[in-house]
């Protein structure tokens, strides 16, 4: 009997056996399935994937990434990454943000590929740790040549376009003032008010072209800072001066006119200055005072111009700053085309510099930014 107890409790145990591997197998099954799954999805994927270890080396990719560059995994696999960077500089800052556990998003670089071209790519990396230790990175990269070669054509374009609009304005403008200097004694002052506001509006244009100029300058990373000491308060009243001609409805006025040197680009602090003042009548088109601020400290000053005009959401001001960002307006006498304050921000970042704002709907708004006095 006991013996029938034992071969029963016996049968029992092979069948639970017999279950439990079956279903171990299953599991195994499902388990080697979704590895095949996720391989695929990553040998074969359409972006293209790489991996790189913390010394900087090509420890795997995908078949898109040597597609793109045109490379064969002998070829590329095995190799230090910045062997096929363009700029040096670039992959440098790119693996050190890396090694500092920073999460990069749509970092602008330059790869070069077999035959000799160069892509330009957008870049989304961070890195796989374990136990604090750097096992490789996760990079995709993204293929914007077209992008990239289309924005320099339209670059090009703008610049042309610009510098052949500057030039016959600017002689426009230079006539104009020959005839007013002419005019200024006569009796009769329906001449001098007309050739004014030609004047004003010509001088309008000449910005204009000249702030399309700068855009594809900056757009080609061809601007170049020239920079000198000179004072800033002397700088801020020919500004001031010349906004006056400009609008007969707005008190433009300065405060705290103190000397305080800064060593920067003169010219392009003036086009910062131009464009915040400009900004500030436009977007008070029912007049109001603007007022130029300086904020003398140890060692910075702080400049801002102050509106009382339709003022920004918060909504608006995270995009203030983007090319060809225009606020959605109710008024109809807001022109433009979204570049002004662009320039602004981008200018100010060859300054070391970054442009910010205080505002609120109908309560106007404080554009203002700062930049280190010069040593005495």
Same mark, same amino acid.
């Given at each position: 009997?006991?013996?029938?107890?034992?071969?029963?409790?016996?049968?029992?145990?092979?069948?639970?056996?017999?279950?439990?591997?079956?279903?171990?197998?299953?599991?195994?099954?499902?388990?080697?399935?979704?590895?095949?799954?996720? @391989?695929?999805?990553?040998?074969?994927?359409?972006?293209?994937?790489?991996?790189?270890?913390?010394?900087?080396?090509?420890?795997?990719?995908?078949?898109?990434?040597?597609?793109?560059?045109?490379?064969?995994?002998?070829?590329?696999?095995?190799?230090?990454?910045? $062997?096929?960077?363009?700029?040096?500089?670039?992959?440098?800052?790119?693996?050190?943000?890396?090694?500092?556990?920073?999460?990069?998003?749509? =970092?602008?670089?330059?790869?070069?590929?077999?035959?000799?071209?160069?892509?330009?790519?957008?870049?989304?990396?961070?890195?796989?740790?374990?136990?604090?230790?750097?096992?490789?990175?996760?990079?995709?990269?993204? $293929?914007?040549?077209?992008?990239?070669?289309?924005?320099?054509?339209?670059?090009?374009?703008?610049?042309?376009?610009?510098?052949?609009?500057?030039?016959?304005?600017?002689?426009? @403008?230079?006539?104009?003032?020959?005839?007013?200097?002419?005019?200024?004694?006569? @009796?009769?002052?329906?001449?001098?008010?007309?050739?004014?506001?030609?004047?004003?509006?010509?001088?309008?244009?000449?910005?204009?072209?000249?702030?399309?100029?700068?855009?594809?300058?900056?757009?080609?990373?061809?601007?170049?800072?020239?920079?000198?000491?000179?004072?800033?308060?002397?700088?801020?009243?020919?500004?001031?001066? $010349?906004?006056?001609?400009?609008?007969?409805?707005?008190?433009?006025?300065?405060?705290?006119?103190?000397?305080?040197?800064?060593?920067?680009?003169?010219?392009?602090?003036?086009?910062?200055?131009?464009?915040?003042?400009?900004?500030?009548?436009?977007?008070?088109?029912?007049?109001?005072?603007?007022?130029?601020?300086?904020?003398?400290?140890?060692?910075?000053?702080?400049?801002?111009? @102050?509106?009382?005009?339709?003022?920004?959401?918060?909504?608006?001001?995270?995009?203030?700053?983007?090319?060809? =960002?225009?606020?959605?307006?109710?008024?109809?006498?807001?022109?433009?085309?979204?570049?002004?304050?662009?320039?602004?921000?981008?200018?100010?970042?060859?300054?070391?510099?970054?442009?910010?704002?205080?505002?609120?709907?109908?309560?106007?708004?404080?554009?203002?930014?700062?930049?280190?006095?010069?040593?005495?």
């Amino acid at each position: 009997m006991q013996d029938q107890l034992c071969i029963a409790s016996g049968m029992e145990d092979t069948v639970e056996l017999k279950e439990k591997l079956s279903r171990y197998e299953k599991e195994n099954e499902e388990l080697r399935t979704r590895v095949e799954e996720l @391989t695929d999805f990553f040998e074969n994927a359409s972006i293209p994937l790489h991996w790189v270890d913390g010394g900087g080396i090509i420890i795997w990719a995908n078949q898109a990434e040597l597609d793109a560059l045109g490379y064969a995994k002998e070829e590329y696999i095995g190799f230090p990454i910045s $062997d096929f960077h363009a700029d040096p500089e670039v992959i440098s800052d790119i693996l050190d943000r890396l090694v500092n556990n920073e999460t990069l998003h749509d =970092y602008s670089a330059r790869l070069k590929c077999r035959d000799g071209s160069i892509k330009h790519v957008l870049i989304n990396s961070n890195v796989l740790r374990k136990d604090g230790k750097f096992i490789h990175t996760r990079c995709f990269t993204r $293929d914007v040549t077209e992008k990239k070669y289309e924005e320099q054509r339209r670059n090009d374009f703008v610049a042309m376009v610009s510098h052949e609009l500057k030039s016959p304005l600017t002689a426009i @403008t230079s006539y104009v003032q020959l005839l007013m200097r002419k005019w200024n004694n006569d @009796t009769d002052g329906f001449n001098m008010q007309v050739l004014s506001r030609i004047e004003i509006q010509a001088k309008k244009m000449v910005n204009m072209a000249h702030d399309f100029l700068s855009l594809a300058k900056i757009g080609d990373g061809k601007i170049q800072l020239r920079r000198e000491k000179f004072d800033l308060n002397i700088l801020i009243s020919e500004i001031a001066e $010349d906004a006056r001609l400009l609008t007969s409805k707005h008190a433009i006025q300065t405060l705290n006119r103190t000397e305080t040197e800064i060593y920067a680009d003169r010219d392009k602090i003036g086009q910062v200055l131009i464009n915040l003042l400009s900004n500030a009548v436009k977007y008070s088109p029912h007049g109001g005072q603007i007022i130029i601020g300086c904020d003398k400290k140890p060692g910075e000053v702080t400049i801002s111009v @102050t509106d009382q005009g339709m003022g920004i959401n918060r909504t608006d001001q995270k995009r203030l700053f983007e090319r060809f =960002y225009r606020v959605d307006q109710k008024s109809k006498e807001v022109s433009g085309f979204g570049i002004g304050l662009y320039l602004v921000s981008e200018i100010l970042k060859y300054h070391q510099s970054e442009i910010k704002v205080d505002s609120e709907e109908g309560k106007g708004s404080t554009f203002y930014f700062v930049l280190p006095t010069a040593l005495e």
